[in-house]
């Protein structure tokens, strides 16, 4: 219980909690609207975000909003509006952001900090000013989802239908393309940019094997997600293992494990 003492391990409980919340939220959208893909591309041109951040000297978070927030809006419209396939466009919004990034970090004069922290996250170097950042990013995404659930709702399951209703669908889109965009830079932190796509789906896929009520599989969400954060950071804590790597580990085997046992207790009975 000593270790409860420290700062960075209350700083690591912290944005583990709020990065769980994140996830369960949006997470439980992305897996319903099958947009796993959608979210490792703008989590990718999220690594522009943090060269520019670098090279202007700001806060690589900040900066990581505003360049993934664009990001996905530009990939909302286009796929929308030029009808242009979504699996090339992801790519090249991936490509062009890692590349961005590395071009704008080669720019920085000076000494330019460990970038295996932003491609792999250490939760357990995560400052009391990110977990702030954080949990301005969580509030934003509860109020918004809160009040536009019932157009998430609608969006989610049947698209066709959203619009008959007259819910607006490209609006929507974007909107939730956004979501997922600030929850990705809330997972910077803790896993990084190539393992964020797997927390944002992980702890949504999981949840979906118990439920089919979106209510309830973001509730679980949230749950599975802090059991996925507190058992990923001890293990990496007291095992001295990468954080991200050891809570996506940790959330990948259970979700497995999981499915395997319900696909065998389905074919048993």
Same mark, same amino acid.
């Given at each position: 219980m000593t270790i409860f003492q420290y700062a960075f391990f209350q700083n690591a409980l912290m944005a583990g =909690?709020?990065?769980?919340?994140?996830? $369960? +939220? @949006?997470?439980?959208?992305?897996?319903?609207?099958?947009?796993?893909? !959608?979210?490792?591309?703008?989590?990718?041109?999220?690594?522009?975000?943090?060269?520019l951040g670098l090279f202007l000297g700001l806060n690589p978070l900040l900066t990581a909003i505003?360049?993934? =927030?664009?990001?996905?809006?530009?990939? $909302? +419209? @286009?796929?929308?509006?030029?009808?242009?396939?979504?699996?090339?466009? !992801?790519?090249?919004m991936w490509a062009i952001g890692m590349a961005f990034g590395i071009f704008m970090i080669y720019q920085t004069p000076g000494y330019v900090p460990d970038l295996a922290s932003y491609l792999f996250g250490n939760i357990l170097t995560v400052s009391r000013v990110d977990v702030l950042i954080m949990l301005t990013l969580n509030i934003t995404i509860a109020l918004i989802v809160f009040i536009r659930y019932n157009e998430f709702l609608a969006f989610s399951f049947d698209e066709e239908f959203s619009e008959v209703t007259n819910v607006p669908v490209m609006k929507t889109y974007i909107v939730l393309l956004s979501l997922v965009a600030l929850t990705v830079v809330i997972l910077?932190?803790?896993?990084?940019?190539?393992?964020?796509?797997?927390?944002?789906?992980?702890?949504?896929?999981?949840?979906?094997?118990?439920?089919?009520?979106?209510?309830k599989m973001i509730l679980f969400s949230?749950?599975?997600?802090?059991f996925y954060m507190f058992i990923g950071i001890a293990m990496s804590f007291f095992f001295n293992q990468p954080s991200g790597a050891t809570i996506v580990l940790t959330s990948g085997i259970s979700y497995l494990g999981l499915l395997g046992a319900k696909s065998l207790i389905r074919n048993h009975y």
């Open positions: =909690v709020l990065a769980a919340i994140a996830c $369960g +939220i @949006i997470g439980s959208y992305v897996v319903v609207k099958r947009l796993v893909f !959608i979210s490792g591309g703008i989590s990718h041109a999220a690594f522009g975000g943090i060269g505003i360049f993934s =927030v664009f990001s996905s809006s530009i990939l $909302g +419209i @286009i796929s929308k509006k030029a009808y242009q396939r979504e699996d090339t466009l !992801i790519g090249a910077v932190s803790v896993v990084g940019i190539i393992l964020a796509m797997a927390l944002v789906t992980l702890p949504a896929a999981t949840a979906s094997l118990f439920t089919n009520s979106l209510k949230v749950l599975i997600g802090i």
